[in-house]
């Protein structure tokens, strides 16, 4: 459930028009929705209620701090994957052992940063970052915890781009040769092992794969504890999948993810961590923007929005669809013969949707693209010198730009010319 519903024929976040929005900040524009938000994480929070757990909200999805502050007020922790993420994490204000270090390429400057300003657990994916992690403890004089990210060779049945749980992928130490990685990590002087972490992927729409990777986990800890090890917690990552065709895709209710963990890690008396992120942020944010033109193509028409490939770019990248709609509701008959969306960058690429079916739009039109509150700003760039599209969070009818849309002149003022260039005569 989320809080973009139509009231008086225009589509709002919360009790805010889009129309409002649009005209206030200018579009394209990205607009979260707090009692969304909020509402996600309380959904994990009871789907966990009654185990020792702590859900530490995935970074990556979406980095804005105003995100980050609201879910460490809600009482989240948080799963960062570099240095900027770290930081973003502690600038909202989340304490240092609330955060946990996942990423198969943390250098030794990153795991400084950790360790000087404090950290919950890194989850460690190789030997070498194993051997790195303890000389960087040691030379600071302190010991890091760390769970090993074991692979557990399953298929999570999600695009190929973002599974990350089969052994042909980088991620994580197989999971047959956990236990000698474990007595190796307990002999290194800058390590204390404290846990055990696993993550299949990303966008999975069913609860089977969940079950076999936390099954597999739940036979490791006991031969782990058997070995001589302390293991209090178990990280069970992140990769909940949301619904991007609410017209017929239904995927697994958190309430039922949290029964599979019950059934499976439940019993080993750990403590449970989560890294949520899609699930938390996906539904609580959309994609505001306004239709440049509408163009008759030779057999196909082609709606041109201002928004492109480089705003939003899980359509090019992972032909994700994304539900469009029309922020002023239109009526049943009003369709027009499907069209392609399509943003303005150089690239036929930029194709938001192929052949859509969507309701009479024309020059300055204002559309919305739903799920888009997670991967969407995160993974935006400038490419054809387009601004960073800007973000704005709603409560209520009150709503906040929560990161501005830079101006040209800042986006040059980050290049500068050599002097021995010469001037343009
Ligand atoms: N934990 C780890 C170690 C991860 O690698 C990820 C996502 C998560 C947690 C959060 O997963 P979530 O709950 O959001 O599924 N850009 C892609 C998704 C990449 C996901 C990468 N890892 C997309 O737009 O679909």
């Not at 047959?176 to 972490?197: N, T």
């Not at 859509?356 to 700003?377: E, I, K, T």
């Not at 101006?407 to 001037?423: A, C, Q, V």
Request: proline share 7%; with cysteine; charged share 25%.
């Amino acid at each position: 459930m989320d809080h973009f519903t139509y009231r008086d024929g225009i589509l709002h976040a919360e009790d805010v028009p889009l129309t409002t929005i649009a005209e206030a900040v200018g579009t394209p524009v990205y607009v979260y929705s707090t009692a969304t938000l909020t509402r996600h994480f309380r959904v994990f929070e009871e789907a966990l209620a009654g185990l020792d757990h702590l859900i530490c909200y995935a970074v990556k999805a979406n980095s804005n701090l105003a995100v980050l502050r609201l879910m460490g007020s809600l009482g989240a922790g948080m799963d960062v994957v570099s240095e900027g993420e770290y930081r973003r994490a502690r600038a909202a204000g989340v304490p240092g052992e609330r955060i946990v270090f996942s990423g198969v390429g943390k250098t030794r400057e990153e795991m400084r940063v950790a360790l000087e300003g404090g950290i919950r657990q890194f989850n460690v994916e190789s030997e070498p970052e194993l051997f790195a992690l303890s000389e960087v403890a040691s030379s600071l004089g302190l010991r890091a915890p760390i769970a090993l990210r074991v692979n557990p060779d399953v298929d999570a049945k999600t695009h190929a781009k973002i599974a990350t749980g089969k052994s042909e992928n980088k991620f994580g130490i197989p999971i047959a040769r956990a236990r000698e990685v474990y007595a190796e990590a307990a002999a290194l002087p800058g390590i204390a092992v404290v846990g055990v972490d696993v993550h299949i992927g990303s966008q999975l729409t069913e609860l089977a794969p969940f079950e076999t990777a936390f099954t597999r986990v739940a036979e490791l800890v006991p031969a782990l504890r058997a070995d001589g090890h302390d293991i209090v917690r178990v990280d069970l990552g992140g990769g909940l999948g949301i619904p991007y065709r609410r017209a017929n895709e239904a995927p697994p209710l958190p309430f039922d993810y949290g029964e599979v963990i019950r059934r499976t890690v439940g019993p080993l008396g750990c403590e449970i961590e989560i890294e949520p992120g899609r699930l938390i942020v996906g539904n609580a944010g959309i994609l505001l923007t306004r239709v440049i033109w509408r163009k008759n193509g030779e057999g196909r028409d082609f709606l041109i929005v201002d928004a492109a490939m480089n705003d939003l770019v899980r359509p090019a990248m992972y032909d994700a669809w994304h539900d469009i709609v029309p922020v002023a509701e239109s009526s049943p008959g009003d369709e027009l013969p499907p069209v392609d969306v399509v943003g303005p960058v150089c690239e036929t690429g930029d194709t938001f949707a192929r052949e859509r079916p969507l309701p009479v739009l024309d020059s300055g039109d204002l559309v919305a693209f739903r799920s888009a509150g997670a991967y969407g700003a995160v993974m935006a760039s400038e490419y054809n010198s387009r601004p960073l599209v800007p973000e704005v969070l709603v409560r209520g009818d009150q709503f906040d730009v929560v990161r501005a849309r830079p101006s040209f002149d800042e986006m040059l003022k980050r290049d500068s010319i050599p002097s021995w260039i010469p001037e343009i005569p």
